[in-house]
């Protein structure tokens, strides 16, 4: 069974556009990530939710939008999408700091 | 500010030649240390952890990393690298505090390409 799994694992869309990423982990993990990995492959934490409670949110555009209906699920909705937002977007889940984080398998998100 | 620096961008190994990918962190409390790797279209796999204890720490698939608090340095270390560990290595730092549990900060990460 898949830990961390996240759909669409590709997504192609225009400028304008409004676009959704799910995201699920069936870990038992109190804790989700939202990563942005550029096309330089640098890694930037976005959102971070603690058993559905915004806890870590960085400078990231309001257009970014994160939801947590449940504490195995983190959804990512974008709104108005930008060139700049073609990126890979990894989920994660971790139980507590020392136990490390596990990743999703990504969601290349292409615009343009 | 914390930090953490790889500062080889690009290693090329032979296989069975034995690796060491070098890590440097900046951050003022006792840090929570981390390797990961990442194959070519995949996610991030965790290789090891540290955050007390022994400054010598096993990880999956033979790796090795040591912590040495007075040069800052995490440095990942495998004896003999096979075909297979070609892949991108992110060294990344775990910050904790109320404000940043369980956040990140990772490094520009080390490409290993492994000649036959």
């Known amino acids: 069974d898949t830990a961390v799994s996240q759909t669409p694992k590709y997504l192609v869309t225009q400028m304008g556009n409004d676009k959704s990423i799910k995201c699920e982990q069936n870990?038992?993990?109190?804790?989700m990530y939202w990563y942005k990995q550029d096309s330089k492959k640098f890694l930037k934490i976005m959102f971070s939710?603690?058993?559905?409670?915004?806890?870590i949110n960085e400078t990231v555009p309001n257009r970014f939008s994160p939801k947590s209906p449940d504490k195995a699920h983190l959804n990512l909705h974008i709104n108005s999408l930008e060139l700049g937002d073609s990126a890979v977007y990894f989920c994660?889940?971790?139980?507590?700091?020392?136990?490390?984080?596990?990743f999703g398998p990504g969601t290349r998100l292409t615009v343009t | 500010a914390q930090s953490v620096t790889q500062p080889d961008i690009h290693i090329t190994v032979s296989e069975g030649a034995s690796l060491e990918l070098r890590c440097n962190y900046s951050?003022?409390?006792?840090?929570?240390l981390f390797w990961y790797v990442q194959s070519p279209g995949q996610g991030l796999q965790l290789l090891l952890k540290?955050?007390?204890?022994?400054?010598l720490v096993q990880g999956i698939k033979g790796f090795e990393a040591e912590f040495k608090r007075s040069q800052s340095s995490f440095n990942l270390r495998k004896p003999s690298v096979h075909w297979s560990d070609a892949a991108e290595y992110f060294c990344?730092?775990?910050?904790?505090?109320?404000?940043?549990?369980?956040?990140?900060?990772f490094g520009q990460g080390t490409t290993l390409q492994v000649k036959p």
């Open positions: 540290y955050f007390s204890g022994d400054t």
């Open positions: 951050y003022g409390a006792t840090p929570y």
């Open positions: 990344a730092v775990g910050l904790h505090g109320s404000s940043n549990t369980g956040k990140l900060i």
């Open positions: 994660a889940s971790s139980q507590d700091l020392g136990s490390g984080q596990y």
């Open positions: 939710y603690n058993n559905k409670e915004l806890i």
């Open positions: 870990l038992g993990h109190d804790t």
